[in-house]
């Protein structure tokens, strides 16, 4: 089985800080880190790989540096990778990132799964996954906790909804999101690493994609930001005071008076 | 076609550096320095006082003005509407009349039931498709459905929950449509001298806010959160017209199959229904003490949440994490225990009507959007309130 992970490289801000006298993000000295959410959609690859034979290619499109990221999944078990980098990719929305990672995708010789995370750090969307789908005529299923079965021609798998969870079955190719329940994903091996320090990994620009430039980057994106701004949290709070046995009694005194309970 | 300095005017004076939203400007070597990541929000340029930012748009044909209506995605399950299409009826109540055009609403499924409740929360006219190729909601057959009215009769602006179908399905339609989507808006309003819908959304983990349009294509698409928007009051009054469209098979065969459903059944009060959460955080400490906020639910007759620690540690599963990353609530009343309030979780519960928050830390950001703060230990607090409660 042959199988495509689409990872990006996002900040590695685990808590994100705001500089209280710029009142902007702190970005120094972070590290770029793979999605953690597409560390399950890569885990689940190279898994699904062991299971079934075939090879995984990482995908990412990103800035030069996205390098590293698409080595480190090389270091945990993708056979080859492919870094989408081109200026003319900047800005790109969702549906201009889907299309590139979509031509990108056809571009590759004989899929059968496509794997991506189940949203962004940054992006924070989850709409890509979809929408290459979609570009792509391949069923998505989206939320995916476990695979149960696949063969060259169709595969089982058990998604979460709202609800509970359901069991689906697809034809193959197709693509789907995980989730972190899925799996541990590993810890790079002394081979990978060694692996991941040798590979060569090809850079596709616009051109060598044979991607329209009317549809990626900023020129490919329908959505445009207009204007960023930080949230206002009025506080419109009443902190009580005394000891436990009189907060609380003020507590419910309060409550009982709005009538919420 | 993006942004680009001009180093003749820039000094290097640094005044654009503060202003950037994601704090990506940096001065090197007297020069100001660009990092990946810039959403091309304008706000460096608004502040650069030598004119040297210059930011250039995309020239893009003006939208297709034909383009008239708002529309809301029904979604349903076994034939029940979800809640959340009310909330956006109402909300698209709003935005229809802002604009001057009619609102509909999109009924797909089989076994069509209560769809004139539609029309009470708002609806002119809904628009419904039943087929037993839609039954099991498998996302090809809806997108396509969609798609289609879409193209037939041209809203300008298509909104829907942001749930799993929704999030599944909702981007197929805007990649048929070659058309923009904002995912989890917050806020949506409307620029009515450019009919633009202004889609609000967190982004960076909620720490900024970004409004965004979508200029030149439609419709607009959008997805809300369930319990981000409030219901209006359903006015049985109201008719709307119902129009039934038929749809041959052959465009709805799908790839994907249901098999079988296994509905979760730990969540004895629905998180999403219940109108009060009691919600426990990583100051619980250990797992068990989740028995005390259990009881606390019990007697109150709520549901129980949790920040995303006790997820992580295993200490609850994760239907019951609140935030960013887990479910949008908006209860009557949320009481917050042992949780610091990080702008994730916040995220997830900050339009509660009433926030109680029970913390030993008096600097914890919680009490920043507590309606009432009890500064104190709530292994305290909590059975003494457990207490009192059982008494009354
Ligand atoms: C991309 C991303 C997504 C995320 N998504 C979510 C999400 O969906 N939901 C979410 O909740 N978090 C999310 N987080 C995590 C979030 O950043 C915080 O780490 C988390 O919310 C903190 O949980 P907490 O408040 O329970 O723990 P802490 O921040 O550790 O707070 C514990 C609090 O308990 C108090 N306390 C301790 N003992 C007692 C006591 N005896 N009595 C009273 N108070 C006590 C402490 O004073 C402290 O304020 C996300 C993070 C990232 C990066
Ligand atoms: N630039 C990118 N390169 C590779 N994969 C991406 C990129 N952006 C998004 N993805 C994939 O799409 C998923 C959803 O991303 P998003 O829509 O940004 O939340 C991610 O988890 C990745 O698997």
Redesign the interface.
Known sequence: MNIVVCLKQV?GIT??Q??P????????GVKGIINPFDTYALEEGVRLKERYGGKVTAISM??P?AEEALREAISVGADEAVLLSDR?F??A???AT?YTLATAIQKLNQYHLVICGR?T??G????V???????LK??????VSKVEEASDGVM?VR?????????????LP?AISVVK?INTPRLPSLRGLSRAKSAVIPVWTAEELGADKDLV???G???????????Q?V??????QGD??S???A??G??GQ?H?? | MGIRFDFDKCIGCGACVPDCPFGLLDVVDDKVHLREGCTLCGACQEACPYEAIIIEAVEQAPADGSYRGVWVFAEQRDGRIKGVAYELLSKGRELADALGAELCAVYLGHGVDGVGELAAYGADKVYVVDSPALADNQEEPLAEALSELVRQYKPEIVIAGATSLGRSVIPRVAAVLKTGLTADCTGLDIDPAARLLLQTRPTFGGNVMATIVCQARRPQMATVRPRVFKKAAPDGGRKGQIIKMDFSREGMTSKTRLLSFVEDLTEKVKLDEADIIVSGGRGLGKPENFELLKELAQVLGAALASSRPPVDDGWIPYSHQVGQTGKTVSPKLYIACGISGSVQHMAGMQTSECIVAINEDPGAPIFEIATYGIVGDLFKIVPLLIDKLKKE
Request: proline letters at 7%; a negative charge.
């Open positions: 900040p808590k994100v705001i500089d006298q710029t009142n902007t993000l702190i970005r120094q990103g800035p540096q003319a900047a800005g929305d969702t549906l889907a949203q750090l940054d924070d969307t989850g709409q996954g979809p929408e290459l789908a979609e570009m391949i069923p998505f299923v989206a939320y089982r998604r979460m909804i709202e609800e509970g969870h359901e069991v689906i079955e697809t034809s197709a329940e980057g900023l020129a994106s329908a959505t445009k930001v207009v204007k960023v701004f930080f949230p949290r506080c419109r709070g009443e902190v009580l436990p046995e907060q609380v009694d507590l419910l309060k409550l709005a919420i309970i």
